[in-house]
């Protein structure tokens, strides 16, 4: 028998005793090794459970990542394989009760690379000087490969009109690979 003191009046009593003698109150019960053992692996397997189904239900139900962006130009391409063959455009008014110019017209550019490729080009308004106006870059084909040879596209509506504009310049500037969706 173990004697240990009363928590609320200080005088000794046995550990097995259920109520202290002079004051009636409980006395402090021992915790075993085991039991604060199995409080600990319960605690950890909760933990690790918890936060490992959290896990797994993320990886089930995360979309796969999209790619917005192109992925890297072959090597087999490069942009002085892309032309500009022909432009055929200007702007027109649109309105018949008062001016509203758009721009309307097609323009066709050779892919001279060996595989389809995403073609991104720059427009360039230019004054009576020669000095620009207003510019633009655009993918032609959106996020779609232009097949090798010609290729067909609108300029409708690339540019808005301003009346210091008597000329613009269409070259490429860059080539990329879209992903095969």
Same mark, same amino acid.
């Given at each position: 028998?173990?004697?240990?003191?009363?928590?609320?009046?200080?005088?000794?009593?046995?550990?097995? /005793?259920?109520?202290? *003698? $002079? %004051?009636?109150?409980?006395?402090? &019960?021992?915790?075993?090794?085991?039991?604060?053992? @199995?409080?600990?692996?319960?605690?950890?397997?909760?933990?690790?459970?918890?936060?490992?189904?959290?896990?797994?239900?993320?990886?089930?139900?995360?979309?796969?990542?999209?790619?917005?962006?192109? /992925?890297?130009?072959? *090597? $087999? %391409?490069?942009?002085?394989?892309? &032309?500009?063959?022909?432009?055929?455009?200007?702007? @027109?008014?649109?309105?018949?009760?008062?001016?509203?110019?758009?721009?309307?017209?097609?323009?066709?550019?050779?892919?001279?690379?060996?595989?389809?490729?995403?073609?991104?080009?720059?427009?360039? /308004?230019?004054?009576?000087?020669?000095?620009?106006?207003?510019?633009?870059?655009?993918?032609?084909?959106?996020?779609?490969?232009?097949?090798?040879?010609?290729?067909?596209?609108?300029?409708?509506?690339?540019?808005?009109?301003?009346?210091?504009?008597?000329?613009?310049?269409?070259?490429?500037?860059?080539?990329?690979?879209?992903?095969?969706?």
């Amino acid at each position: 028998m173990a004697l240990t003191k009363c928590k609320e009046c200080g005088k000794e009593i046995s550990t097995t /005793a259920k109520a202290c *003698p $002079s %004051c009636g109150a409980a006395p402090p &019960q021992k915790t075993k090794l085991s039991t604060w053992i @199995v409080g600990l692996l319960g605690a950890y397997i909760i933990y690790h459970v918890f936060f490992g189904l959290m896990n797994l239900s993320t990886s089930l139900t995360a979309e796969p990542a999209v790619q917005a962006q192109p /992925a890297v130009t072959p *090597p $087999s %391409c490069s942009i002085s394989k892309i &032309q500009i063959k022909s432009i055929k455009a200007g702007f @027109v008014d649109r309105c018949s009760r008062s001016p509203c110019y758009a721009m309307q017209g097609v323009a066709v550019l050779t892919n001279g690379c060996p595989d389809a490729t995403g073609v991104e080009l720059k427009i360039v /308004a230019l004054d009576s000087a020669g000095a620009p106006v207003a510019a633009k870059d655009f993918w032609p084909a959106s996020i779609n490969n232009i097949p090798p040879g010609d290729y067909t596209f609108s300029l409708d509506h690339t540019l808005q009109h301003d009346a210091r504009m008597k000329s613009f310049t269409l070259e490429p500037i860059r080539v990329k690979r879209w992903q095969d969706r």
